[in-house]
């Protein structure tokens, strides 16, 4: 197989993608000429930027964003109090009218935010009158102030179905409902957009939270003149949280819509296991706020040779592939045990192994001075493998199944001496 | 040189370093600065505490960051190497010490003083440590120096390109702030002056000299050719001017392969040299200073002409320099364990046109040193009979460390010595109280 018998196109909602891959509506789809150079580097769509309508003036904070730096790593997160587009419905949707004309083979969908039943409805007119070819219910923006509005709504379950089915009679063109994840169960409000007519569902916006203290000013960041908020937590830090959200509603049954994954994707290794939890297309922000439109490149190429390795052809063939895989702790095989296994040959000698599993894991490890070598004493092993997530070399600690005739060594009891002296009596389910 | 770190810099060679358990760097520091702890302290945010460790640790953190040859201390044992590289320790050192003043952290607390006086001869590397750790302790110390003003070789002897004068500023602050006295222009140079000083209310004396009498090459010394120590320490002599207008726009000649050589033949380039010569009779690798100056001074456009000879200056009728007489050189084939001798090739006499000669082939002991201290066992370099374990010399009450005990060597082995004779002496003074 070859990377020409590789089709990334993707059908969603009816509408053809050429890629999976788009921007999603944030400040890295503010205006057409942004967007125009993002399809240029090889986006397939748009979710551009929350429209409005013009009634409720739009100023953002400044600054507006702030960085989550982990040791010397730029942007492992980003939190941002940006809002919906500040820019007049008219010259949003002249955009519109330009990148249809320009790109017609390109995806816009147009995302938007009313404030009001009419107000959803305006705007979902005016969109699918404009170019729009699908549109994103924005019910999830987390720093929208106005009451009734963003993340506001997608708390409150009702008004997802009142607002989604006002949407639905205005047009014909496919609707999104955009969900927040600050929430302990997204299928529930995910049921509700559907029961509303919902095409497909977009997940996750933004986490809520604070990324930083200016610790001069005792004020979370970013510091907007002496104050602070809770906001959108964005980027790789937040992965974990969206592909939970995916794989749940991918999982459930009842709700079988399309899924629209994003949250933390950079690479197309994130955006394959966006995929293999049930997304079929691929929503990005933040990682385009950190490199910019050409990571577009490097996310096809990437998920192409994947393809190609694998001999899968089609982006469907990939679309929850996890799930099946995927279950609760209660299902697991707890006979079957293993531990660490350490090959030297590589081993540079820093150690860090034997402090994490003295200090965090079973204290299998010994330590040979001389050597600076571990020396593993594989029956205390708790095959934790906090090691190998330190140790500074790929292959040098892998996991290694026992026969189930093995025996974990147990931890040693400090107090055994002392057993005398116990205050105890064991548990007993009363009756 | 290579450019300073700032502060995102210095944390993103932090975030290489592994975190070795039992830090093989810290092993490797001669006077226990502990890189692997204040790496670790750095990486951890916790940025004071990292400046606490190196301060407290090695009182010219700051000047050693720069001046060591940490390729073959700290950074040779860094398990890093073993991936690609070792972290770049000296530079992060450097830039904690420089940073802990721009955010203006001090690091010593006052001391309380217990009122016992000790004298320091010498306010070099040696000396400044042993002060600082004497004056933590609440000892009053005292400084003499002979010179205007204080740092030894960190300011007579290392060019200000390398190491600059604001620097050593600021690291002997830390010392006055520790309440140290410095005499300057104050020569200890009678017969049996380090003594007296025992009677006139210093409980102890550490001897910290160094080594300020330069070898010569030839019995000859016609004018135009200077010595290392002359030569290094002009900027902040009466020669100064005179040197400079010597060596701009002229041909100059260093003579020697060590670290000192380096630094006189990048210090005649910042004086405008229009060609500088390194002449040595061995090879390339046999040159004592540390590679990666070698590579730095031939970067620079340093001429190396190794496997020279230098057999005789030529003069002009009013007996200055014109030229250097030079003979080819090649190596001997090894001798058991040795390194192996240059031997001059047969009829291979050149000569060199030069203005300016500067030799550094070493630093000695003044011969007449020991006249200070008649009762202190010297051996027959004049260097004082000291042991590094506690730097206790023949005489009680005399203590002495650095260059004048070990021969020519390093900063940080002066600051370990400084801090040895610290410990040793308070030692000494409370079991005499005792």
Redesign the interface.
Known sequence: MNKKDIDLSIDFCGVKFKNPFLLSSSPVSNSAEMVARSFEAGWAGVAFKTLNSDTTPIIHPSPRMNGIQY???KLVGLQNAEMISDRPLKENLADFLYLKKKYPDHVLISSIMGFSNDEWAYLAKVSEDNGADMLELNFSCPHMSVEGAGHHVGKAFDLIEKFTATVKRAVSIPVMAKMTPNITDMTEPALYAKRGGADAIAAINTVLGISQIDLNQFTPKPNVFGLGTISGTSGPAIKPIGLRFISEMAKCKELALPLSGMGGIETWVDALEYILLGASTLQVTTGIIHYGYDIVEDLIEGLTDFMVEKKITKIEDLVGRALTNLTTTDKFDLKRQGRAEYNLDKC?????C??VCKDAGGFALD?D?DK?QPVLDKDKCLSCMICSFVC??CDIISYKEMPDTWKRQDAVVMGKDLEDQLNFQPFKQPI | MSKQYDFSRALAEADRCLLCHDAPCSKGCPANTDPGKFIKKFKMQNIKGAIRTIKENNILGGACGVLCPTARLCEKECSASHLDRPIKIGKIQEFLVRHGREINFKVFEKPEVTGKKVAIIGSGPAGISCGAALARKGYQVTIFEKMEEPGGVLRYGVPSYRFGKDSLKKELKDVTDLGVEFKCSHPIQEKGEVQDLLSKGFQAVFIATGLWDAADLFDKKPAGVYNSVDFLSSPHTIQSDLIKDQVAGKKVAVIGGGSVAMDCAGFAQTLGAQDVYLIYRRSFNQMPAEPDEKIESLENNIHFLILNQPKDYITDDTGKITGIKLARTQLAKAKKDQRRVPVEVKDSQWSLDIDIVVEAIGNKAFEDSGKIYPGVDLDAKKLIKASLEDCRTSQEGIFAGGDIVRGPSLVVNAVQDGKTAANTIDSYLKQRKA
């Not at chain 1, 540079?348 to 860090?352: F, N």
């Open positions: 040791g010397n790593k540079v000698g820093c150690g860090q034997y402090t330590w001075g600076r500074p070399i």
